[in-house]
C-alpha cells in the first residue's frame, strides 16, 4: 500500500508561482508512475502532469505547458509540482497520484494510489 501526502497549497496573486509536493511512504515511487491531477468546483477532477516510471520523460494537459514542471526525488520519496505563471482559472485542489498498472496516464481512473489534495487559489 501507498500513502501520497500533498503540501504546498495557498493563496497566490495571478502571475505567482507555487511549488506542490507529494510524498509518499509505503512504496518507493520508482515501483509507480506518479501524476497530478486537479479538480475545480462543479468539474471533474483533470489531467494536470505525469512522468514515466521509468526514464525522465514528462508529459502535461496543454492548459499547463510551459508554465508547470513535474519532477520526482526517487531519494526523498517525493514529487513536485513547480507551477509558475499562475492564473485564476488555475484555481483548483491539486492531487498526488500514482500509476503501478499499465493504463492511460492522462485518466484518472488509470491510478492506484491517490493523496488527500491540496487547494490552490489563485487570485486576479
Known amino acids: 500500500q501507498v500513502q501520497l501526502v500533498e503540501s504546498g497549497g495557498g493563496l497566490v496573486q495571478a502571475g505567482g508561482s507555487l511549488r506542490l509536493s507529494c510524498a509518499a511512504s509505503g512504496r518507493t515511487f520508482s515501483s509507480y508512475a506518479p501524476g497530478w491531477f486537479r479538480q475545480a468546483p462543479g468539474k471533474e477532477r483533470e489531467f494536470v502532469a505525469a512522468t514515466a516510471k521509468i526514464g525522465g520523460m514528462t508529459y502535461y494537459a496543454d492548459s499547463v505547458k510551459g508554465r508547470f514542471t513535474i519532477s520526482r526525488d526517487n531519494a526523498k520519496n517525493t514529487v513536485y509540482l513547480q507551477m509558475n505563471s499562475l492564473k485564476p482559472e488555475d484555481t483548483a485542489v491539486y492531487y498526488c497520484?500514482?500509476?503501478?498498472?499499465?493504463?492511460?496516464?492522462?485518466?484518472?481512473?488509470?491510478?492506484?494510489?491517490w493523496g488527500q489534495g491540496t487547494q490552490v487559489t489563485v487570485s486576479s
Open positions: 497520484a500514482g500509476r503501478q498498472r499499465a493504463g492511460d496516464r492522462y485518466r484518472s481512473g488509470s491510478y492506484d494510489y
